[in-house]
């Protein structure tokens, strides 16, 4: 038992003289100078920001900080001196183990992801407000340890702006693939017949036109709750230019409510060269197409109110919908007009199929106008769309492959350039 | 028996809709608590960002939603807020539906006078721009080509301490979105999130829950409290119940009731299948 | 015909082409255009409004001069106006007064607009619950799929059905905010996912067609 203590007592005076040992040694040793810091301009941006760049060191760990400084009057006259005269403002600080090169979150093809390098972007614009081209800001950067305080030597750098982002360089090769894909089967289209399935929501389109002027009640065409600047809008404004030729071939009534005033405008003159292709300028009446308001639930109940009196014998639901999908085809179900729906909003989608005859999805709704057309160019769009479809399927099963392959191989690499090759910068 | 089972299935809507009145109009008056609340991640995502911001970082909320939408996220607004000012962060408000302003200013304002924080240096609401997803695009640049002045006072926005550091949107430690439509979510992810790097959390509708979780998976967005449900996790997690944790009653009832007819209609169904013919 | 129809064209694809390249050059100069683009987009949005108020008083005063049926509805919609109008001016628009009582303005917002607009919404809830009573019915093995998940999510979904789930399917090795989870993370995602990538090429075809013209029905038709 004595021995025992005894031997803890040992082994106590041990540990406490070397740990003491240990920290007095740490004390002395003192931070290495930072060399090597470079400044310069931070690639792929509109020139507001540096990237200060230097190689890690051995003493760089969680227990040290480093601080980063910039002045725009560092570099003139006795200002490098003095802290003070030459306005240093602290832009950044962070942990010595920290702010790797491989951090940035650029691509492989635009940036070498080192582990060996610390690079830290300074966002000047937040602190100097707007950066002229080729403005010189001057940087230095600050290693505190404890008490230990080690500054580097002041380095300036100069920032433009870039005329290429070079990080986007993937979406830019997709975007010309997909548009050599489109150009190639539009030209291509003229030369013959190309096979488009059928699609039955559009087929039903001269029926539901039938039965209205059967009926002599009017046919109702919505072309959503958003404006021109939305590609299903702009698909409905299409589609309503070739269903309004045969209403207006068939002489029955159109309505086009509308809750975005530019869209109506455009509305307006589709109508209106639709009747006149059709031969039946007579027919045609500015209040076709009308603004009822721009608020949901107010345009909701204005249309609501509109079918429920009227009840109409067809109902087109074209373009973006949100809650309202659901309030319109119900009341729309309830008059017992046949109805077409077509949205890419598929969170929409399953109210259009419950309570709608027919329903376009997505893409088809885009299709639609080149397919009531049947003009060869447009609908050579369509082949041009679907060896786009092809890519994409063949590059989300090559990915998906690449990267079960890589999860099980332990292969960092190849993940990271699947990521970038797909990722948006 | 054949012409009763015709009957059920072709029950008149009217029947219907009083079955809905009376499953959501009696938890009002008699709240049954129901238990069973559990925290789900995508909204301990949006929780846990906050809770993790330093004291006086600021962030943007940005109310998009009309009177219509409210029921589903006004709660939530107003948990998210009340934990925002707990935490002592600084909060700005704006919206980007011409119908929004009302319940945005009244939601910062009410919050904000519970934990007593002073207008223009802890809070400050930017009020309405029009042009949805340019108020975005311009905010992402500069925030002061957007909105000049704030929307209770009128100042010029650099008047207020709290906009200091502020330029455009990289620099709030968190933007929320509580997002009913177009503008909303998407707006805010496409122009805003994706196109200038900043950390964004959201609140939707119901209805737009699917559609919005795979912004969550793709680390678009750092959290969702989707709807009523969502909001009521929020509500446990700040240790504040209130109107979302009361209404989950008469939406619980409500999912039974439809579950309930959907089963009554198959089962009638098969029954006049198999056994009556 | 060339202010009508080639000139829009042209404006058309130059302001496509600078804004499809602008998305690749980072430059101030670059910046500068976009953010000139949405000042002009919100000044655009704006003066719209003014197109859209102009329609509608032309229909509902067209009407209320015909008196054709209902036109006591478009009386009410110019009495709506020139009251919501006259209040928001003389508020300023704001709900609240400097004492901090309520204005005329905000009790319109309040107690007209609020319960206005939440009534709407709330008829989701009837419209849903007649709408899946008489859709939701299992006619094949697809539509059994569907009933399935569909079940399990709004048994889910809400608190008592977590509970109950919890006491009288413990035996399974899943709880239902995992099945939930699975449904809503992987077939439900991947469906719309494969939407979405359609929509995706369909919108890139459609801008394509726009910018180079190939599409010109928007402007009134193919001539």
Not at chain 1, 237 to 242: A, D, K, Q, V, Y
Not at chain 1, 314 to 322: D, K
Not at chain 2, 107 to 117: D, S
């Amino acid at each position: 038992m004595k021995n025992g203590k005894i031997a803890a007592a040992v082994l106590a005076a041990i540990f406490f003289a070397s740990v003491s040992g240990a920290s007095a040694e740490k004390k002395k040793i003192e931070i290495p100078p930072l060399e090597g810091l470079t400044a310069r301009d931070m690639p792929y941006d509109m020139g507001a920001a540096a990237l200060l760049e230097w190689k890690i060191r051995d003493c760089d760990n969680q227990d040290m900080t480093y601080r980063i400084f910039v002045s725009s009057l560092a570099g003139t006259g006795p200002a490098l001196r003095s802290f003070t005269e030459a306005g240093w403002i602290k832009v950044d600080e962070f942990k010595g183990n920290e702010r790797l090169a491989k951090d940035i979150e650029l691509p492989f093809w635009a940036w070498n992801a080192s582990k060996n390098i610390h690079a830290v972007k300074v966002s000047l614009d937040n602190f100097f407000g707007k950066i002229q081209d080729g403005s010189v800001y001057y940087f230095k950067v600050m290693t505190l340890r404890g008490k230990q305080i080690s500054e580097s030597p002041v380095v300036p750098g100069a920032v433009k702006g870039n005329w290429f982002n070079l990080s986007r360089f993937n979406n830019l090769f997709y975007v010309i693939l997909i548009s050599m894909a489109f150009f190639w089967a539009v030209t291509h289209a003229k030369k013959g017949n190309l096979f488009i399935r059928r699609i039955t929501g559009l087929d039903a389109v001269e029926e539901a036109i039938g039965r209205a002027t059967e009926m002599g009640k009017p046919v109702y065409y919505l072309t959503g709750r958003l404006g021109m600047g939305s590609m299903s809008t702009i698909a409905a404004t299409f589609i309503l230019g070739e269903i309004s030729k045969r209403i207006a071939t068939y002489d029955t009534q159109l309505k086009v409510p509308h809750t975005e005033p530019v869209t109506m405008t455009v509305c307006q003159e589709i109508v209106k060269q639709a009747y006149s292709e059709a031969g039946r300028q007579d027919a045609y009446r500015e209040d076709i197409n009308f603004y009822v308001t721009d608020d949901q639930f107010a345009y909701t109940a204005a249309v609501d109110g509109m079918m429920t009196r009227e009840k109409p014998a067809a109902c087109f639901y074209m373009g973006y919908y949100y809650a309202e999908s659901l309030l319109l085809t119900e009341i729309g179900s309830h008059t017992g007009a046949i109805q077409i729906a077509g949205t890419d909003a598929e969170h929409q989608l399953p109210f259009f199929f419950i309570t709608c005859d027919y329903t376009l999805i997505g893409e088809e709704l885009y299709a639609a106008g080149a397919y009531l057309s049947k003009d060869p160019v447009l609908v050579g769009t369509l082949r041009g769309q679907d060896i786009g479809k092809v890519f994409a399927m063949a590059v989300i099963l090559l990915g998906a492959i690449g990267l079960t392959l890589a999860h099980v191989r332990g292969w960092d690499g190849l993940t990271r350039v699947i990521g970038n090759l797909f990722n948006s910068f | 028996m054949k012409n009763f089972f015709d009957k059920l299935l072709k029950l008149d809507r009217r029947i219907l809709f009083l079955l809905v009145v009376f499953v959501i109009v009696f938890p009002i008056f008699k709240p049954l608590k129901l238990p069973g609340i559990k925290i789900t991640d995508a909204v301990k995502g949006v929780y846990n960002t906050i809770e993790s911001l330093p004291e006086n970082s600021v962030i943007l909320v940005s109310f998009d939603f009309d009177p219509a939408s409210k029921p589903e996220l006004y709660p939530m607004a107003v948990a998210v807020l009340r934990h925002a000012f707990k935490k002592n962060l600084k909060v700005i408000g704006m919206t980007l539906w011409a119908t929004g302003p009302g319940i945005a200013d009244e939601i910062i304002t009410m919050t904000a006078r519970e934990y007593k924080k002073e207008y223009g240096k802890d809070y400050l609401y930017f009020g309405y721009q029009v042009g949805g997803y340019a108020v975005i695009t311009g905010m992402g640049t500069d925030i002061y080509k957007i909105f000049s002045k704030d929307a209770k006072k009128g100042s010029p926005l650099e008047t207020f301490p709290v906009m200091q550091g502020i330029k455009s949107l990289k620099n709030f430690a968190y933007v929320i979105d509580f997002g009913a439509g177009d503008p909303g979510i998407d707006t805010w992810i496409a122009y805003g999130a994706d196109k200038f790097g900043f950390k964004l959390g959201a609140g939707c509708t119901a209805v737009n829950e699917a559609p919005t979780r795979p912004y969550l998976q793709t680390k678009q967005l750092t959290g969702l409290i989707p709807a009523m449900k969502g909001a009521s996790e929020y509500e446990i997690l700040i240790k504040a119940p209130d109107k979302a944790s009361a209404g989950m009653d008469a939406i619980g009832l409500g999912h039974f009731l439809i579950l309930f007819l959907v089963i009554l209609a198959n089962v009638v169904l098969i029954v006049q299948k198999y056994l009556l013919t | 015909m060339i202010f009508k129809k080639k000139l829009p064209l042209i404006v058309c694809f130059i302001v496509g082409i600078l804004t499809l390249l602008q998305y690749y050059v980072p430059n101030k100069v670059s910046i500068g255009y976009l953010e000139t683009m949405t000042q002009w987009d919100i000044i655009i949005s704006a003066f719209a409004f003014l197109l859209g108020l102009a329609s509608l008083f032309a229909m509902h005063y067209d009407k209320i001069r015909r008196k054709t049926q209902g036109w006591g509805y478009s009386l009410f919609m110019f009495g709506g106006v020139i009251l919501g109008l006259t209040c928001g001016i003389i508020s300023k628009a704001n709900q609240t007064n400097q004492e901090g009582f309520i204005t005329a303005f905000g009790w319109i917002y309040n107690y007209v607009l609020n319960p206005l607009q939440g009534t709407m919404f709330a008829l989701l809830a009837f419209y849903v619950v007649s709408a899946s009573f008489r859709a939701f019915r299992v006619k094949s093995g697809q539509a059994f799929i569907l009933f399935l998940a569909a079940v399990i999510i709004l048994f889910g979904r809400v608190p008592l059905g977590q509970l109950i789930w919890s006491k009288f399917m413990s035996w399974l090795p899943f709880g239902i905010s995992e099945a939930i989870e699975w449904i809503m993370n992987f077939p439900s995602t991947a469906a719309r996912r494969g939407i979405m990538i359609g929509i995706a090429l369909g919108a890139v075809a459609m801008s394509l067609k726009i910018i180079f013209g190939i599409e010109k029905q928007y402007l009134g038709g193919k001539e």
